[in-house]
């Protein structure tokens, strides 16, 4: 006995639909895809770049420079004394960060041959907190960095 039109139209509809194997390689690849698109967005905003000058969590105190001799760090404080040395050989700028000369904890050199880059930041840098990013060297006791570069030395808001 054979089925009419409508009941095989019902069987089709009824019976179990055939399961296919997941194919692991489509889905593995859709994963791969959204890790990376979730860690592209991260970078562009920011949160696993290292030089986000806004940030001062990375910085280390003026005052704990001196645990950090011959390496590049970024160290924040205040703008509390600064001179230009105009008639000292060289012609340095010095800058002091939480303690004024001549107690000062750190120090941030400004040679005169970099100085025309720098407009004069014993002026534009006084009462500010700055960030300064380099090499920590210690010159007669005390804990400095020469900056070279403006781009060294960031007003932190």
Not at 42 to 67: E, P, V, Y
Not at 128 to 139: D, P, Q
Not at 140 to 148: K, S
């Amino acid at each position: 006995m054979s089925k009419s039109n409508s009941e095989k139209e019902i069987d089709d509809i009824v019976s179990p639909i055939p399961q296919s194997k997941p194919n692991y390689w489509l889905i593995a690849t859709v994963s791969l895809s959204t890790v990376a698109v979730v860690f592209a967005i991260a970078f562009a905003l920011g949160f696993f770049n290292s030089k986000t000058q806004t940030s001062t969590q990375d910085c280390i105190q003026a005052s704990d420079t001196k645990n950090y001799i011959g390496k590049n760090i970024s160290v924040c404080g205040k703008v509390v004394s600064a001179t230009y040395a105009s008639r000292t050989k060289g012609k340095p700028t010095f800058i002091n960060l939480d303690k004024p000369y001549p107690n000062q904890v750190f120090s941030i050199v400004v040679w005169g041959d970099d100085r025309s880059k720098f407009g004069t930041p014993e002026n534009d840098f006084r009462d500010k907190t700055i960030r300064v990013t380099g090499k920590v060297e210690l010159f007669r006791g005390t804990p400095e960095i020469v900056v070279t570069d403006p781009s060294q030395v960031v007003i932190q808001q």
